[in-house]
């Protein structure tokens, strides 16, 4: 059997709340449309990972996710998502001294745009010693993002690389404080939105766009990443390889009504395509392709098909 797909990170459910414009600093606005939603950048990305392996067909990776909930209604609404979708959970850990991660997430219902609020809970525990029996040595390939303990993040990564296992980074969220101090040599793939992008490359508060993805592209490269995909919106994915052109991948357009998630749609479905396609822009394709339809409906895992 072939190695399967290991992601790691975090687990949050997610009150999601919809009105037309998002409130402005010191307001209070009445008469949102409430949804709530499974989420979290690791559960998402897990969930992702094992609903888009139907249009991998038999060469679709199975998914294993490693990560840590509390002992709450709130896990065990994740916990029947994930037995719905078959997805492996044996390396879940579930605590019983802290609550599941909790998310509030504003969508302005015009445009899609979101901003989101998370209180951690179990996902703080989520260290280098809480994974030590995650079989990350094991893996096909490494998906983890930075929604859990730095020193988690780190380990993880170090153990990857020291067994040969490719490693895809998904920078989300980061901040100067908060960046793990990843070497970007063991990254095989760095996949940051247009802020994220501007973190990594010491420019914080900036926002890459379409026209100045490929310097920032070539400057991850040369910051020693083995390869990067800028996420772009609705503008498609930007695929950097060292020695080749960088490539935008342009994304279908479709009528948007909630961009929560659709970052994590696409780093679960192009790793799973990595396994499972013999390159990269194929597998960047696939997860624009999956992204995409996912911001046609509402919430974070519950806009996931089954494909």
């Given at each position: 059997?072939?190695?399967?797909?290991?992601?790691?990170?975090?687990?949050?459910?997610?009150l999601i709340f919809?009105?037309p414009?998002?409130?402005?600093?010191g307001?209070?606005i009445?008469g949102?449309?409430l949804f709530?939603?499974?989420?979290?950048?690791g559960?998402?990305?897990a969930?992702?990972?094992?609903?888009?392996?139907g249009?991998?067909?038999?060469?679709?990776?199975?998914v294993?996710?490693?990560?840590?909930?509390?002992?709450d209604?709130?896990?065990?609404a994740?916990r029947r998502?994930?037995?719905q979708?078959?997805?492996?959970?044996?390396?879940?850990?579930?605590?019983?001294?802290?609550?599941?991660?909790?998310?509030?997430?504003?969508?302005?219902?015009?445009t899609?745009?979101?901003?989101?609020m998370?209180?951690?809970g179990?996902?703080?525990?989520?260290?280098a010693?809480?994974?030590?029996?995650?079989?990350?040595?094991?893996?096909?390939?490494?998906?983890?993002?930075?929604e859990?303990?730095a020193?988690?993040?780190?380990?993880a990564?170090?153990?990857a690389h020291?067994?040969?296992?490719p490693?895809?980074?998904?920078?989300?969220?980061?901040?100067?404080?908060?960046?793990?101090?990843?070497?970007?040599?063991?990254?095989?793939?760095?996949?940051?939105?247009?802020?994220?992008?501007?973190v990594?490359l010491?420019?914080?508060?900036?926002?890459?766009?379409a026209?100045?993805s490929?310097?920032?592209a070539?400057?991850?490269?040369?910051l020693?990443?083995?390869?990067?995909?800028?996420t772009?919106?609705?503008?498609?994915?930007l695929v950097?390889?060292p020695?080749?052109?960088?490539e935008?991948?342009?994304?279908?357009q479709v009528?948007?009504v909630?961009?929560?998630?659709a970052?994590d749609a696409?780093?679960?479905a192009?790793?799973?395509a990595?396994?499972?396609?013999?390159g990269?822009?194929e597998a960047a394709?696939?997860?624009v392709?999956?992204?995409?339809?996912?911001?046609?409906?509402?919430?974070?895992?519950?806009s996931f098909?089954?494909w």
């Open positions: 059997m072939a190695s399967p797909l290991l992601v790691i990170g975090s687990v949050n459910y997610d919809r009105h414009r998002l409130p402005r600093q307001e209070t009445t949102a449309e709530e939603s499974c989420g979290g950048k559960a998402n990305q969930v992702a990972a094992v609903r888009c392996r249009a991998l067909d038999e060469a679709a990776p199975s294993l996710f490693g990560g840590a909930v509390g002992n209604a709130h896990a065990a994740q998502v994930f037995e979708d078959e997805l492996d959970t044996r390396y879940l850990l579930v605590l019983d001294d802290c609550h599941t991660g909790l998310s509030a997430v504003w969508v302005e219902a015009g899609g745009d979101n901003r989101i998370n209180s951690p179990a996902n703080s525990r989520l260290t010693d809480a994974l030590a029996a995650t079989p990350i040595e094991e893996a096909g390939l490494l998906l983890i993002q930075n859990t303990p020193d988690g993040v780190r380990s990564v170090e153990r020291g067994a040969g296992v490693v895809i980074w998904n920078p989300a969220p980061i901040d100067e404080a908060s960046d793990p101090g990843l070497d970007p040599r063991h990254i095989d793939w760095v996949t940051p939105n247009e802020v994220e992008c501007a990594l010491g420019r914080t508060g900036e926002r890459i766009d026209g100045s490929a310097d920032a070539a400057e991850l490269l040369r020693g990443y083995r390869g990067a995909i800028l772009l919106g609705p503008a498609g994915v950097a390889k020695g080749s052109p960088a935008l991948i342009p994304a279908p009528d948007a909630d961009t929560t998630g970052g696409f780093n679960g192009f790793a799973a990595m396994l499972a396609t013999s990269s822009h394709a696939f997860g392709r999956y992204a995409s339809d996912s911001v046609t409906r509402h919430g974070t895992q519950t098909a089954r």
